[in-house]
């Protein structure tokens, strides 16, 4: 879907977010009562620096604000901005800034609630779409971690051993259903169906702790990782 | 033996558990979940690799000047400390426990990032430790992240770098998103020769990173000189609220406007006001902290 | 991953009360080597993951002449072997012994 | 009657052909192609000046540019093989024959180029003896070689990489043919003659440095425990008891290891002063911390090392420095000196046989041989006496008559049993006898004969090939430290064991050595950058080598 498309079907009573140097921004309504703010990155833009602070600061702003609106975060980006300049930067802290932030707004009330539509990998995934409280996607949305001609260089694979691989685990390859099954993603939505309402419904359930090994464990794309965490914790708590 | 420099035992050197041993109060570390509990990736079979008992990553507690602590040591000469579906959940699970118990945590980072053998459980993993980390600062916890390993610290290695309370590195240490290779691979030798480590020290090592006020301590590669650092980061404030995170922003749009045009860290350098910006490098670091205290951007509290 | 096995006859049972020793690290060219007790005094089992195929001549006879020549007895010896030389595996076995026999 | 001057009057002709390009002697580099098709002639013998490190880069690049049809069949001297255009030119036909030193860089391609017939080898050369038939008779016709300056008359300034030019320009010039050099820059004055102008004929001006490579900087973070145990039975086992003062190493680590622990562990033993006080040597960095712990009085070098050249320039106490400060090298000359005024020499190797040759030629790789060779033999022709001499002499001849008896060079090789890529160090036959058959060669490229080898050290002990009284006794010596190889293996235990009691083979406890002890923490320096503290900072290393 386009972001166009995403936003009518969003906000049936009207939106003014806007797009500019591949960030979007703006708020929506779902219903004349409940308001929603509106931030994004789009046209599989690689956030550098500069992306990554100007999102961060809308969203403390947001964070700022002393009312409970949700913010929903429009996903369709590269992966981080590779650059020289962006890395003398400090690119790090400003991704961890924007995951920081994200993670503010949450804190101060607002369910950030990540919507990936398009594209995202590496750094950029980690600071955007996961950073958010909730994660959803479209069908067609394309998460990845590196591509699998990238990895098979690195892996010393060809490409073929390494799909034939893919195929058996959802744990190392690109796309969706891989992720999905790992436990990033808490929901695909249906594009058939008006989002407003699919957006309604995730709002009415109520978040608690991370929960996403838990759904990783559930769904068989990443058994060990829940019960690791828990055990460490047990034995941390344990010895006291 | 004979240390032909009794006053000094490279950190960079050093295994992650002769770190710890290190670092620590002697005799007060207890390991979780060590190598004779035999919790492995269980994935690397696929690619014909072989494993480490502990995933390339040590949990557990001990004792810092008297202080208890949580800690997590990455091994960076296994698979590059790359962080995998274990390995990120070790660390998960100890920074749930540092929240509940309120129990400041150091973590020793040398890693390249996430574990492309496990990419998406490893990305995941870091999305996870970030969010326990925040979790945990909220509750005032302190996470202290020491940075001079062999690996650097990379990738998503580098975002939960950048959501700790304080950050101590050393020269050697390297912080960064995309490493030299990577960019060189995907940019081309013209934006970034990984071949001229100097260009790679200047861009992304710890004397840059102190000059930016991207880490709040510098220290000798030392294993003493890390503790003692430990120590100090643990005297820092652990808050993490609107105010922190809208400082740091004001910080971060400071340090854009600032340098967001220089072409090489040695701009970035003479812009701070140092004298001789190429001899930076070079110089040992008393010389290189007496001239960095006084110029450098600090971070303050707003990390 | 190739795993091979050995059950040692030793000369000299471990010493030391340490329960779990550790040296090394799995990285190109080292290996890493766990040390637990549980064996009987005159016997020492080495178990052996390493992706090199086809060299158990090899690790036969490093073990062999470890059995003969360290205090093994006693220890169940664990190795995740990232393709190291057979000197290198000698070393970390004498370090894991000498480990052992050091006080916690 | 006989014309006596053809050679005179055949370099005349080319001067004159030469001169049409040139001002005085110098020739603009957009010319230097026409240049070369004038001055060249089908089938000359060349010496391209390639060395071990600096390169006539600009001068290969444009003779690999001349028209096949005017310059062809040329017969290539030159001691090093180095870059690409070293052999582009035996692909277009420029060039037919080849007699060399040393290709490590380019191993595998000559290897490929001779397999396939493209190069017509001469022989592959120890560098004296390359250096040698400049004279007898691989005299070259024209020399194309490199400096670092020239004045308008053409005397050169080589600087501290002055290497093998003198050699080749003294052989060219003298032998009537003609001597064409490529300047980083054309001067004033130059800081010092290395070259005088008579001898030069043609200066091209390439506007920027030669190419130079940094060949012998060890990085001492690379050093393994094992290395670091060989470096120990060496300076224990050998040093010690020979009391060696003169010597030449090889640049592996495992000499860099032995570099690293003189100041610590060499100190302990008491040893300063008594041993490595002279050498034959390339500027090693890791020997930094020696010298200035004061254990050195005395380096020559073959040439320099890139980063090197401050720090030698303040230490003309103990290097070989010109009226200008800087470092002069001279490649024959020191490996004279190493062939006849050192008592040792020790270096790495790829393949030793049961005989105890080595040779650097694996599976279709052909790496010559550099300066090992001389540095490795027994000087034959050497008449003085020294203490380390005597007695690896009085070893191999117990029962000769003292006076008439001759000494020993100690020939050391240092590794680990299992190399690179866990290739055994060990073999039952050497992969240059593969090469001789493939090639129909007369002679198998052996690096060091098996009879001028007296000790081999690796991390299982040192074997003393000096007290073994018969060839089964060499071949059981071998194997007794050839360690889990299959030569290793197949040892004779019973022997082995009788050869080490009588001292022909030393383990490291029979020397009091606790392999446990072989510490990384043992090194004086852990790496580049302690390298460039010790030095004061005067030592500037390539940025590649940098992890600050």
Redesign the interface.
């Known amino acids: 879907m386009r972001p166009a498309n995403i936003l009518s079907s969003l906000f049936p009573a009207g939106h003014d977010v806007t797009e500019a140097g591949g960030l979007l921004g703006g708020s929506g309504r779902l219903d004349p009562q409940t308001p929603v703010d509106v931030v994004g990155i789009s046209g599989k833009t690689y956030p550098g620096v500069d992306e990554a602070l100007a999102l961060a600061g809308r969203i403390l702003s947001i964070a700022d604000r002393p009312d409970a609106a949700p913010l929903l975060f429009l996903v369709d980006s590269g992966s981080q901005r590779m650059s020289r300049r962006d890395e003398l930067m400090g690119l790090s802290e400003t991704l961890a800034h924007l995951a920081k932030a994200l993670w503010r707004a949450e804190q101060a009330g607002h369910r950030t609630i990540g919507l990936l539509y398009g594209g995202s990998a590496a750094g950029a995934f980690i600071a955007t779409a996961l950073a958010c409280g909730s994660l959803v996607a479209l069908p067609g949305a394309w998460p990845e971690v590196m591509d699998l001609p990238s990895m098979a260089r690195v892996t010393k694979l060809s490409l073929d051993v390494l799909t034939e691989k893919a195929a058996g685990t959802p744990v190392f390859a690109p796309g969706l259903d891989n992720l999905f099954a790992t436990g990033a993603i808490a929901e695909i939505w249906d594009p058939d169906q008006p989002l407003c309402d699919q957006l309604k419904a995730l709002l009415a359930t109520t978040r608690d702790d991370d929960g996403r090994a838990g759904w990783g464990l559930e769904r068989g794309g990443r058994v060990k990782a829940a019960a690791i965490a828990r055990e460490v914790q047990r034995l941390a708590l344990a010895h006291g | 033996m004979t240390s032909p420099s009794p006053t000094r035992h490279s950190w960079y050197e050093e295994?992650?558990?002769g770190r710890l041993a290190h670092l620590l109060d002697p005799?007060s570390f207890t390991e979780f979940l060590?190598?004779?509990r035999r919790e492995f990736s269980p994935h690397l079979?696929l690619f014909?690799?072989?494993?480490?008992?502990d995933d390339g990553i040590i949990v557990g507690t001990g004792r810092l000047d008297g202080r208890p602590v949580l800690v997590a040591a990455q091994?960076g000469?296994?698979m590059g400390g790359a962080i995998g579906e274990v390995h990120g959940a070790k660390l998960t699970g100890l920074l749930r426990a540092a929240r509940q118990m309120k129990r400041d945590v150091v973590i020793l980072f040398d890693t390249g990032g996430v574990r492309l053998q496990e990419a998406n459980a490893g990305e995941l993993a870091i999305s996870e430790i970030i969010r326990a980390t925040l979790d945990a600062r909220a509750e005032g916890v302190r996470v202290v992240g020491l940075l001079g390993g062999r690996a650097g610290c990379y990738g998503g290695g580098s975002l939960i770098a950048g959501c700790c309370s304080a950050l101590v590195i050393s020269e050697q240490g390297r912080l960064s998103v995309s490493g030299p290779e990577v960019i060189e691979t995907n940019k081309g030798v013209e934006e970034f020769d990984s071949r001229d480590r100097a260009l790679v020290w200047r861009t992304m090592g710890g004397k840059h990173r102190y000059l930016i006020g991207g880490v709040d301590l510098f220290v000798d590669d030392d294993v003493a000189a890390f503790r003692a650092g430990a120590v100090a980061a643990l005297e820092r404030p652990a808050t993490l609220d609107q105010a922190v995170l809208t400082a740091e922003q004001a910080r971060l749009e400071r340090r854009l406007a600032r340098f967001g045009d220089a072409a090489d860290g040695t701009e970035v350098w003479a812009r701070l006001g140092v004298a001789h910006p190429a001899g930076v490098p070079d110089l040992d670091t008393s010389a290189f902290l007496t001239i960095a205290t006084r110029k450098r951007e600090g971070a303050d509290a707003a990390r | 991953?190739e795993n091979l096995r050995y059950e040692l006859s030793t000369t000299k049972p471990a010493g030391g009360t340490r329960a779990?020793g550790?040296v090394g690290?799995?990285?190109s060219?080292?290996l890493?080597v766990?040390l637990?007790r549980g064996e009987a005094p005159d016997r020492c089992v080495i178990d052996i993951?390493?992706?090199?195929h086809g060299f158990a001549?090899?690790w036969q006879?490093?073990t062999a002449d470890f059995a003969v020549r360290m205090a093994a007895g006693g220890l169940r010896i664990?190795i995740?072997?990232?393709?190291a030389?057979?000197?290198?595996v000698?070393?970390r076995l004498?370090?894991g012994v000498?480990l052992m026999e050091k006080p916690? | 009657m006989r014309d006596w001057n053809t050679k005179g009057r055949d370099r005349q002709a080319r001067l004159e052909a030469g001169l049409r390009f040139a001002t005085g002697k110098i020739v603009a580099a957009q010319d230097l192609v026409a240049f070369l098709e004038a001055t060249l002639r089908p089938g000359d013998r060349v010496c391209l000046e390639g060395d071990n490190q600096k390169q006539a880069d600009v001068l290969a690049k444009a003779l690999a540019k001349v028209d096949p049809a005017k310059v062809n069949g040329l017969h290539m001297v030159q001691s090093g093989v180095v870059l690409p255009e070293h052999l582009d030119i035996f692909e277009t036909g420029i060039a037919r024959r080849l007699d060399f030193s040393y290709s490590g860089p380019q191993s595998a391609r000559i290897a490929r180029m001779m397999f396939g017939g493209q190069i017509e080898l001469g022989a592959v050369h120890t560098y004296l003896e390359l250096f040698a038939r400049y004279f007898i008779d691989l005299t070259p016709q024209v020399a194309l070689i490199a400096a670092v300056s020239a004045d308008k008359d053409g005397n050169l300034y080589t600087g501290p990489n002055t290497e093998d030019t003198p050699t080749v320009v003294e052989a060219t010039s003298f032998g009537k043919g003609l001597v064409i050099a490529q300047v980083g820059e054309i001067v004033d004055r130059v800081p010092r003659v290395d070259i005088p102008a008579d001898q030069v004929h043609f200066v091209v001006d390439a506007g920027r440095p030669f190419y130079v490579e940094p060949l012998f900087t060890r990085d001492p973070a690379a050093i393994?425990?094992?290395q670091i145990l060989t470096a120990m039975l060496a300076i224990k086992g050998l040093y010690a008891p020979y009391g060696v003062r003169r010597l030449n190493h090889g640049i592996g680590f495992n000499t860099a290891a032995i570099e690293l622990l003189l100041p610590t562990y060499g100190e302990r033993l008491g040893l300063k002063g008594k041993v490595c006080t002279h050498w034959a040597l390339n500027p090693h960095p890791t020997l930094i911390p020696a010298i200035e712990s004061g254990w050195v009085e005395q380096i020559h070098c073959f040439g320099s090392e890139v980063g090197m050249e401050d720090y030698m320039r303040a230490r003309p106490d103990i290097f070989f420095t010109g009226p200008d400060g800087s470092l002069r090298s001279n490649r024959a000359f020191c490996q004279t000196a190493g062939l006849y005024a050192c008592d040792m020499f020790i270096g790495s190797t790829l393949q030793i046989d049961l005989a105890g040759n080595s040779s650097t030629v694996t599976g279709g790789r052909v790496a010559g041989f550099g300066g090992a060779p001389n540095m490795g033999s027994d000087a034959r022709g050497r008449r003085h006496p020294s203490a380390p001499w005597l007695r690896a002499g009085q070893e191999a001849d117990p029962d000769g008559p003292p006076p008439l008896r001759r000494g020993r060079k100690l020939v050391v090789q240092i590794g680990?049993?299992?190399g690179d890529g866990?290739a055994p160090m060990f073999v039952e036959r050497l992969g240059a006898l593969d090469l001789a058959d493939k090639l129909d060669l007369d002679l198998a490229p052996v690096m060091v004969y098996g009879d001028d080898v007296t000790h081999i050290v690796t991390?299982?002990g040192i074997a003393n090939l000096l007290l073994c009284r018969d060839k089964d006794e060499r071949e059981q010596a071998i194997r007794g430290v050839a360690?889990?190889t299959e030569v290793g293996?197949a040892r004779d235990r019973t022997m082995v064991d009788r050869l080490r009691e009588r001292k022909v083979i030393q383990r490291p406890e029979d020397l009091g050595i606790d392999?446990?002890d072989?510490d990384r923490g043992l090194l004086v320096a852990h790496s580049i950058k302690d390298l460039m503290i010790a030095s004061g900072g005067l030592y500037r290393p390539p940025s590649r080598f940098r992890n600050w």
């Not at chain 2, 014909?48 to 008992?53: A, G, I, K, R, V």
């Not at chain 3, 993951?49 to 090199?52: G, H, I, L, V």
């Not at chain 3, 995740?80 to 393709?83: K, L, P, V």
């Open positions: 295994s992650a558990r005799g060590g190598p004779e079979g014909n690799l072989p494993h480490q008992l091994e000469r296994f | 991953m779990v550790l690290v799995v990285a060219g080292n890493e766990l637990e993951a390493t992706p090199a001549a090899l006879a490093v664990t995740n072997d990232g393709g030389r057979p000197d290198t000698a070393l004498a370090q000498h916690e | 393994t425990e094992t680990e049993t299992f866990n991390e299982e360690g889990y293996r392999p446990l072989a």
